[in-house]
């Protein structure tokens, strides 16, 4: 698992579990949650609150919440770092990322000493394998990593994490695995999608797409047909690129995340796709005070869900 990009700042947790926390010009949002091996993990809070703008407002919402008692997490958005893959150089622990500096400098649109990373490992298909071994590097400018330190330093927000969507989707996921199958998910937020595979808890693939729900969900019907196609096409060839890569994993089935309103794609893709398709409702996996998030919520806060379920032990 991705632990970090920046490395801790060491604050001192005083309830057990993640704080994942994002803001943007007008809300908060946040999820609180514990992950419980082979057990039920629960979300405990959850939701957004309005900013009115400039710092003391988020000030305000971090003293109302009392943030300082939790260990926060933060995601990075889409367009704010690249997940690269790679094959891994054969060089000790240690070594390794200083390695992998050398190896995506010339993959990268910025100098490389302006760049913060971390690795994720994919791991081997079998102690033999032949394969060679991959591994996904996840950069981010400097600037764009200090940016965000310091809205949280100004709000007086304990950060000790800043993680990625396609970790927080692996969390989700692993949920939802079957012993020895691999899992698919996909997610769509209103102008990009993310299509991750899962393999016993671990991260596979992660798949970015080009369109979102404002496609999905276009009042023009050629539109949204277009879309739907779309869809169907560029998940069929990652599972037939996958399936050619990673022979030994099979994937039991494709999840549709929660989306805000219905989009009928989860029944297209059943139709179209040579693989079982089901629709997440994420109340069925995870414990939530009362009745818990409708759709709308869940999509809002799915990947806050997936950081909040954060677990040390798959941490490089």
């Not at 809002?300 to 954060?310: D, K, M, V």
Request: glycine share 6%; charged share 25%.
């Amino acid at each position: 698992m991705l632990k970090n990009i920046l490395g801790r700042f060491g604050h001192k947790k005083n309830i057990p579990g993640w704080l994942a926390a994002s803001m943007d010009a007008e809300a908060f949002a946040f999820a609180h949650g514990n992950y419980v091996p082979s057990s039920s993990s629960a979300i405990d809070i959850y939701g957004t609150q309005p900013l009115a703008g400039g710092a003391q407002s988020l000030q305000k919402v971090a003293h109302d919440l009392k943030l300082d008692r939790y260990q926060c997490a933060t995601l990075l958005r889409p367009g704010e770092y690249q997940m690269l893959l790679v094959e891994a150089p054969n060089v000790p622990k240690p070594e390794l990322k200083s390695a992998m500096r050398w190896r995506i400098k010339d993959m990268i649109d910025y100098h490389i000493d302006d760049a913060a990373l971390d690795v994720l490992d994919i791991p081997p298909d079998s102690p033999g394998s032949s394969r060679s071994r991959l591994m996904y590097v996840v950069c981010a400018r400097n600037d764009v990593i200090q940016e965000r330190v310091k809205l949280f330093e100004g709000a007086r927000i304990p950060l000790s994490v800043i993680d990625i969507p396609e970790c927080a989707q692996r969390n989700v996921a692993a949920l939802y695995e079957e012993a020895d199958r691999g899992l698919a998910l996909v997610y769509f937020g209103n102008d990009w999608g993310l299509l991750t595979v899962n393999y016993r808890s671990e991260l596979y693939l992660a798949r970015k797409l080009d369109m979102g729900l404002k496609q999905l969900t276009a009042q023009a019907e050629e539109t949204r047909k277009e879309a739907l196609d779309r869809v169907v096409l560029e998940l069929q060839r990652t599972f037939d690129h996958f399936d050619r890569q990673f022979a030994n994993v099979s994937i039991s089935r494709l999840l549709v995340a929660p989306t805000p309103q219905e989009t009928g794609l989860a029944e297209f893709l059943g139709r179209n796709l040579a693989l079982p398709v089901e629709a997440m409702d994420l109340k069925a996996k995870l414990g939530f005070d009362g009745e818990g998030p409708d759709a709308a919520l869940q999509w809002r806060l799915f990947h806050h869900f997936g950081a909040a379920l954060r677990y040390e032990g798959k941490a490089l």
